[in-house]
């Protein structure tokens, strides 16, 4: 809870007063027992209940010029952290970071909703969109909140509405936190099934809004700040793009080649399927001796003309130099707006070997090309495996989460055959960002899926060579604790034996449904899963848990704490 500091003024009055002696004390005690002491056994202001808090609480919520919430929001299968504050008339301005580590500025005001995000916030949902979309505001984006608009969901007369009242009769809540970061609540559960946290007024809340589950801590903010917010969001966002307003896709509809014994050139006909042409195309152009796997003989860049959507123009491309017989031309359309226009990385792949018949030229934005280079830089893969690897991860719609991760040099796959693991729905992005987390933080090998080594094959989510630990990767997000321990026990249940030497870990990720545990951390985590029914018996080979819950907080358990 964040606020202004509170003037202290100094008083000398009780040093003064214990320095009486004789009549003058007994005077003031006796004021002190008549209009203080007196007042308070026979009908004076009693201690506020839960109840009273509460109700107070969420009517100083309902007049807040402005509020700011700092929590998690459940939208479909994704938890997105949020920074936001919303004034009275619903104006909204923040962030917002997904669980892969992408972020993005949120405005939201009567005219619209705006998004700016990073690179990784487009890479995550958009991958092919990144190139057009990333570093700029934009509208009409969909909403990762789901249904949740903050304009009318988090208002303060909109939260309070959703909050419900609260009964006369309210007592502390029994299962829930009673200390957020430190610092003592109180719970208290509303008519709606909201709890209220409470440290002299309403300081953090559970609750559905718009269907959404969130658990956020909120604050009230003055209405000049918030405006201030808002005033600056909307100068910065005064240049929008539409996300439905795209930049020219080329592709390649013919081409013929010729060679006159000292060059080649290759003719070739680009159609703009459509988009503004703002920035001129390319054409790669690269010739081969005898077939596409054949030594390479030279390569060649040529710029495209402005074309107008729908409509072709024909580009040529000249090596300078003449295969001895056949020789085999290859080329790639690039658009500026999607792929981006430098070839480097493309090249290098082809440099390497690598077949590219299985991408089209559609979905080959510089980020994916960057990811297929660095798995090809690791000594443990051979081209055929990256190949295989990169087409399932496309198909498995995952290749946005492996490039950002990859690119950005914060993780490099060990595993022999990673295709595999994809087909076999054993690679999730969860995964993903927690083989991440382990390479960030360790000093040896971290592998995602399969790793093969020493005539042995390990499989998990995730493989700790620095720690010695399988790791089984999963979320968890029903409402009831006793059902939510049931399905980590579930989990546990299907991790395997870890092999010799290591331990069988699982990480699992709360969601804000699990109310009564979301909140928890340390000891109360540990023993309201006790309560709930987690044994040592039911974790079966799992030697470690850990859980991860509000704010990204993990507790890490071992069995024998069951």
């Not at 980020?367 to 295989?388: C, Y």
């Not at 026990?489 to 969601?511: D, F, K, Q, S």
């Amino acid at each position: 809870m964040t606020g202004s500091p509170v003037p202290t003024v100094r008083s000398r009055r009780w040093p003064w007063v214990l320095a009486l002696g004789g009549p003058a004390l007994a005077f003031v005690v006796a004021l002190l027992v008549e209009f203080v002491v007196l007042p308070a056994l026979h009908g004076g202001a009693a201690p506020a209940t839960p109840a009273a808090l509460a109700r107070a609480g969420t009517a100083a919520l309902r007049r807040a010029p402005a509020l700011r919430y700092v929590g998690d929001v459940l939208a479909g299968d994704r938890v997105v952290h949020v920074d936001l504050r919303v004034t009275a008339a619903g104006d909204t301005v923040g962030t917002l970071r997904l669980p892969t580590g992408g972020s993005a500025r949120l405005l939201a005001v009567a005219g619209g909703t705006y998004v700016d995000g990073d690179r990784g916030w487009w890479l995550s949902l958009a991958a092919d969109r990144t190139g057009i979309m990333a570093g700029h505001w934009v509208s009409g984006a969909p909403s990762v909140l789901g249904g949740l608009d903050p304009r009318t969901a988090l208002r303060p007369a909109g939260l309070a509405a959703a909050l419900g009242t609260v009964p006369a009769g309210a007592r502390a809540a029994t299962g829930r936190a009673t200390r957020l970061g430190g610092t003592p609540v109180t719970p208290v559960t509303t008519a709606t099934g909201a709890t209220l946290y409470l440290h002299g007024t309403v300081t953090a809340l559970d609750a559905r809004l718009a269907g959404r589950y969130a658990a956020l801590d909120v604050t009230p903010v003055g209405r000049d700040t918030a405006a201030r917010a808002v005033a600056a969001a909307r100068r910065a966002a005064a240049t929008v793009q539409r996300y439905d307003t795209l930049p020219a896709r080329y592709v390649s509809v013919s081409g013929t080649g010729s060679c006159d014994g000292s060059s080649c050139t290759e003719t070739v006909k680009i159609r703009n399927e459509g988009g503004r042409a703002t920035t001129p195309g390319t054409v790669y152009g690269r010739l081969t001796q005898g077939s596409v796997e054949g030594a390479k003989l030279g390569d060649c860049h040529a710029q495209l003309p402005p074309i107008a959507p729908g409509r072709t123009a024909t580009v040529r491309c000249t090596v300078h130099a003449s295969p001895d017989g056949q020789g085999w031309y290859q080329w790639v359309t690039f658009s500026p707006g999607w792929q981006g226009s430098d070839p480097a990385p493309l090249v290098r792949l082809l440099d390497r070997g690598y077949d590219l018949e299985w991408l089209d030229e559609d979905d080959h934005p510089v980020e994916v090309l960057t990811a297929l280079g660095g798995l090809i830089a690791d000594p443990g893969w051979t081209r055929k495996t990256v190949e295989r690897t990169c087409a399932a991860l496309v198909r498995a719609d995952l290749i946005g989460d492996v490039a950002h991760l990859v690119a950005s040099g914060r993780l490099a796959y060990r595993a022999a055959d990673l295709a595999a693991d994809v087909a076999a729905h054993r690679l999730t992005p969860a995964a993903l960002t927690e083989a991440v987390r382990r390479a960030d933080a360790g000093t040896d090998r971290v592998a995602v899926g399969t790793w093969r080594t020493g005539g042995h094959s390990y499989r998990a989510d995730v493989i700790d060579a620095g720690r010695h630990q399988t790791v089984r990767v999963a979320q968890v997000d029903s409402s009831s604790a006793s059902v939510a321990v049931q399905r980590i026990a579930a989990l546990a249940g299907a991790v395997p034996a870890a092999p010799p030497g290591y331990a069988a870990t699982l990480r699992v990720t709360l969601t804000p449904a699990v109310v009564a545990l979301y909140r928890l951390g340390g000891a109360d985590l540990r023993d309201a899963l006790r309560r709930a029914g987690l044994t040592r018996v039911r974790l079966g080979a799992v030697r470690g848990l850990t859980v991860v819950g509000a704010g990204g907080r993990a507790t890490d358990l071992r069995a024998t704490d069951f």
